[in-house]
């Protein structure tokens, strides 16, 4: 009786021994496939980006949103406040995320959107990924130019500075303020020269020993996947035309003017 018990103790232990032995490799295949799985998953959803060759400042277009940004400062532009000027697409992302704060200060009387106006949001708990948002108003959308930019570009630069930001974030939100009649290159063209034409009067001020010195140690610029080619293309041509500017300076100066 006692030597039956034992033998089926003995052959149960068994099969459960072959069992495991059998299942183990199978259940470390699966492990790994998830595993690869979700590196995959991680590999996808990080932002394509493209590094800006020849760049004087070290500049990036990234594919992503400014709702989505993890930075110390992301800025956006908003039309002036006005019901035409509606919200769309990562505007209307941003706004949902913080509670309908950009629609509550969007009034004639607190945050009009006139050109160059702004103002600094300090992003609450588990909202956006950005520690701070720079908002910058861009004026009357019906007479909006691709110019008004350059005033864009010179104020994030220098706001960056003041608060003390290595690596501003920058988003023109044009096309979600409701603007469609310029090319993303064009918008950028014109900021990236206002962003630049800041950083020399830094110098100059650096120079002069009238500032601590440069601050800011490179831009990215963000675009949507079918407009970074275009974005790209509008920032290489203000490097260009910056270097450009540079060299005629300095044959200018050798020269004497002459």
Known sequence: MQRGA????????????????IGAPNLWQQQAALAQTAGAAVAQTKPAEI???????????????????????????????????????????M?????????????????????????V?????ESLGAKRLLIVGLGDSRVFA????????????????????????????????????FSTGEIAENFVAGFLRAARTEKILKSADAS?????????????PSHAADTLQGIERAFAAS?????????????GGH
């Open 6 to 21: 034992t033998m089926k103790k003995f052959y149960r232990c068994w099969f459960l021994a072959l069992v495991m032995a």
């Open 51 to 93: 590094q800006v060759p020849s760049a004087l400042i070290p500049t990036r277009v990234l594919v992503q949103g400014p709702a989505e940004t993890v930075t110390e400062l992301q800025t956006i532009c908003l039309f002036a406040s006005a019901p035409e000027n509606t919200l769309h697409g990562s505007l209307l992302e």
């Open 95 to 119: 706004n949902e995320k913080l509670k309908g704060l950009l629609e509550q200060i969007r009034q004639p009387t607190l945050f009009r959107g006139e050109l160059g106006e702004t103002i």
């Open 121 to 125: 949001i300090a992003a609450p708990p």
């Open 146 to 181: 691709p110019q008004n930019m350059d005033l864009v570009g010179a104020i994030v630069y220098r706001e960056s500075t003041r608060m003390g930001v290595a690596h501003p974030y920058f988003a023109p939100t044009i096309l979600d303020g409701g603007v469609t009649r």
């Open 212 to 224: 601590a010195g440069p601050v800011v140690h490179d831009l990215t610029f963000l675009a949507g």
């Open 243 to 255: 270097s450009q500017m540079a060299s005629g300076d300095m044959i200018q100066a050798v020269t």
